[in-house]
């Protein structure tokens, strides 16, 4: 079973850029698919972007395509999510997640496909 922790957030201009890490423990990472998603204030909560077990396959948001990048370091046990242009909109918490399921090159961005979340890290965007 794998733990992981979210780190990075915090507060940024509009514009600004902030990139969020994902420590993975307690399993092998590489057999993870992973994801980040986020939730607004008083909204549901949606996927960022997702990367595939051997981060070849990605999936990004129609809203943040070109302004953000999700990777990962299987060596590191750890995913990033560099966000750049940032946008009031974008303001959230910020969970990462694993998924135990899928093949070596799939990858979903349904969350109930996700069978671990982490506890999320506060990312809020000032105008």
């Known amino acids: 079973q794998v733990q992981l922790v979210e780190s990075g957030g915090g507060l940024v201009p509009a514009g600004g850029s902030l990139r969020l890490s994902c420590a993975a423990s307690?399993?092998?990472?590489?057999?993870?698919?992973m994801a980040w998603f986020r939730q607004p204030p008083g909204k549901e909560r949606e996927v960022v972007a997702a990367?595939?077990?051997?981060?070849?396959?990605?999936f990004y948001a129609d809203s943040v395509k070109g302004r953000f990048t999700i990777s990962r370091d299987n060596a590191k046990n750890t995913m990033y999510l560099q966000m750049n242009s940032m946008k009031l909109e974008d303001t959230a918490v910020y969970y990462c997640?694993?998924?135990?399921?899928?093949?070596?090159?799939?990858?979903?961005?349904?969350?109930?496909?996700?069978?671990?979340w982490g506890q999320g890290t506060q990312v809020t965007v000032s105008s």
């Open positions: 997640a694993a998924d135990a399921q899928r093949s070596v090159v799939a990858v979903t961005t349904r969350a109930d496909d996700y069978d671990y």
């Open positions: 307690g399993g092998t990472f590489s057999n993870y698919a």
């Open positions: 990367i595939n077990r051997s981060g070849i396959r990605r």
